[in-house]
């Protein structure tokens, strides 16, 4: 079992959509969980980083993190082509050298 | 401009070579990492530095050499030992590699493909 579990998707959504982007894992020691928006042959850039639980938000995007389930979610409202990218999962116990990444999921957003 | 800049974009090489991916950054970051990314598989982790002149060994380190003379530059070598090197290669830096996880910049990446 990997430790970072990611749907690779694709996916597809008509733009205006609500995107929902999720990850499992399976080491409770996790801390500190990122999002990561990849276009395709570039390197990627964060986008959300959160420390522990709960949600936190930025304009479009919303993270969401329940340790008790070992899950996070990241939610893109009003989609736009612009989003269309692969969006990683990264979490980690301590710092960054200890980060573990998703496989990512691959979104196209139609216009 | 600041930023994270990798060469060459583009890199092919024949069985038993060794060759060496460029990462040079000018944010006066003091950590920087090396990771793989395969189809279908999460970043991994070659190699990182905290600090110059040290550097430890990551996930995947077999196959795999760097250096780190200088703050800026954190070249890695791909020798003949690693046995599937196909692979894209990205750099990333942060300010340190202490406790916590400041955000790490990558940069654009190399391809590299073993003939």
């Known amino acids: 079992q990997k430790e970072v579990e990611q749907d690779p998707g694709p996916l597809s959504v008509p733009e205006g959509a609500i995107v929902s982007l999720n990850c499992t894992y399976s080491?409770?020691?996790?801390?500190?969980f990122m999002w990561y928006r990849q276009y395709s042959r570039k390197g990627p850039e964060l986008l959300m980083y959160?420390?522990?639980?709960g949600n936190k938000e930025d304009g479009r995007f919303t993270a969401q993190v329940d340790k008790s389930s070992k899950y996070i979610s990241l939610f893109i409202r009003d989609s736009q082509p612009s989003d269309s990218a692969t969006y990683l999962c990264?979490?980690?116990?301590?710092?960054?050298?200890?980060?573990?990444f998703g496989a990512g999921t691959r979104l196209t957003v139609k216009p | 401009d600041g930023g994270i800049t990798q060469s060459p974009k583009y890199l092919f090489r024949k069985e038993g070579q060794n060759v060496t991916l460029s990462c040079e950054q000018n944010?006066?970051?003091?950590?920087m990492y090396w990771y793989r990314q395969d189809p279908g598989q999460g970043l991994r982790l070659i190699y990182y530095?905290?600090?110059?002149?040290?550097?430890q060994k990551g996930d995947i380190a077999e196959g795999y050499s760097v250096s780190r003379e200088k703050k800026e530059s954190f070249p890695l070598t791909v020798t003949s030992a690693q046995k599937n090197p196909t692979a894209f290669y990205l750099c990333?830096?942060?300010?340190?590699?202490?406790?916590?996880?400041?955000?790490?910049?990558f940069g654009p990446g190399t391809r590299l493909t073993v003939l």
């Open positions: 990333a830096s942060s300010i340190s590699g202490g406790a916590g996880t400041d955000t790490q910049y």
């Open positions: 080491n409770s020691a996790f801390q500190y």
């Open positions: 959160t420390y522990s639980s």
């Open positions: 990264a979490m980690s116990v301590r710092n960054n050298n200890d980060m573990r």
């Open positions: 944010l006066n970051h003091d950590a």
């Open positions: 530095s905290q600090i110059v002149n040290d550097f």
